[in-house]
C-alpha cells in the first residue's frame, strides 16, 4: 500500500473513532516527526477513553485546553459499551517502568488516599477535588495527614502534565496512585472515596460534628448573606459542614484542605466518642453504601489496634500539607491558572509525613 493510502486509511479510522470518542479530536499528521506525545501515551488515553466514553471532566474556571492527542487506531471501532462497574484494563506500557521519585518508605506502613469528589446525581465524570494521603504507621502507633491541592499541576503518566484532581477521572485509583507515585515518590495501596450527598447523609446520621476550627472564617453562604464560623470548638450540622469544607471566596484552597482535615478529625471523635470502635463491624455495614473503597472489613480489622492507640492521644495524629510554600501560581499555555509544584520541596513534606516527623 502507497504512503499515501496508508495515511488516508489512518485519517479515515482515526473519524470513525471521534464518533464515540467526544473527548478528542482529529488532527491531520504529515510525519510522525510532528507527533507531541508518544505511541504509548496516546494508547493509554485511548484504552482510557473507550472504557468510560461517556465521561467527561466537568469545567472548572480557567480549565485548561489539553493538547489534542493522537490516537493510532488497533482496530474497527465498536458500538459504544453500556456503563459497568469492570474495573478499567492495565494501561499497554508498565506503570512500573516508568521514571519515578525515589523516596524510602518506613517498613510495614500502609498509605491510603482519602478522597472528595464533586460528582452529584446525573453526572457521567467527575474529578477528586479533595485528596489527602493518609499514613498509617502501626508500629510507632501513629498516623499523617498530608493534603495536596486540587490544582496541582503534575505529571499524569500516559497523559501528560494535567491537574492533579484529573488523574482518576483518567484511569481511576490505579492511575491516581500511579500519579502520587511518579511525582511523589509514594504509591498509595487503597482508596476511600466520598462525594457530597453521601457526606452530608453521613453528617447527618451522626447529629453533626463539632468542629475545631482553628482560623475564623468569614464568608457568604447562599440565601443566608456573610456569616462568621468563628476561631474554637463549633457545632455544624451537615449543610453547614459542606459549606465550611467548601468554601474558598474568602480564603483559598490552601486554606480549605486546612478546613478538610479539621472536619475529618472531628469526624474520628465523633466515632470514637460512640463507642465505635467495639461497633467497628456494625457501622462499616451501614456507613459501606455511602463511600466506594476498595478496602473490605477484614482489611480494615487489622488496624483496630492502631485505633486505640490513636484513640487515647489523637495527637498522634499529624498535619501535612503541599501549601504556599511548595507550590507557585503559573499559567498555562492553554490559559488555565495552576499551581506549579516545587517538586523537592512537595516531596520533602512527602517524606517528612512518611517518616513522622
Known sequence: ?????????????????????????????????????????????????????????????????????????????????????????????????????????????????????????????????????????????????????????????????????????????????????????????????????NFKQIIDGLGGLDVEVTTTLTAKRQGRGYITIPKGMNHMNADKVLWYVRSRKTTNDFARNVRQQEVLMALAKKFLSMDGLSKAPDLYKKYKKAVITDQGFDDLIQYLPLAITLASDMSRIKHYYIGQGQVYDFVTAGGAMVLMPQKDKCQAVVKKALKGK
Open 1 to 197: 500500500m502507497s504512503r499515501i493510502n496508508r495515511t488516508a486509511l489512518i485519517l479515515m479510522l482515526l473519524s470513525m473513532s471521534a464518533c464515540s470518542l467526544p473527548s478528542f479530536t482529529v488532527v491531520p499528521v504529515s510525519s510522525s516527526s510532528e507527533l507531541n506525545v508518544t505511541v504509548q501515551d496516546a494508547q493509554v488515553a485511548a484504552i482510557a477513553a473507550e472504557n468510560s466514553p461517556e465521561m467527561a471532566i466537568t469545567p472548572t474556571p480557567f480549565q485548561p485546553i489539553p493538547p489534542t492527542p493522537v490516537i493510532l487506531p488497533t482496530g474497527i471501532p465498536t458500538s459504544t459499551p453500556a456503563p459497568t462497574n469492570t474495573p478499567l484494563p492495565e494501561p499497554p506500557i508498565a506503570l512500573s517502568t516508568l521514571p519515578v521519585v525515589e523516596i524510602d518508605n518506613v517498613p510495614n506502613q500502609t498509605n491510603w488516599l482519602l478522597l472528595g469528589s464533586d460528582r452529584r446525581k446525573g453526572d457521567k465524570g467527575y474529578r477528586t477535588d479533595t485528596i489527602i494521603l493518609l499514613t498509617l504507621n502501626p508500629k510507632s502507633g501513629t498516623a499523617a495527614m498530608t493534603s495536596f491541592p486540587r490544582d496541582l499541576w503534575v505529571y499524569i503518566p500516559g497523559y501528560g502534565e494535567e491537574r492533579i484532581n484529573t488523574a482518576f477521572y483518567r484511569g481511576g485509583f490505579k492511575m491516581l496512585a500511579a500519579t502520587m507515585q511518579h511525582n511523589f515518590g509514594v504509591k498509595p495501596t487503597g482508596y476511600v472515596l466520598i462525594d457530597f450527598s
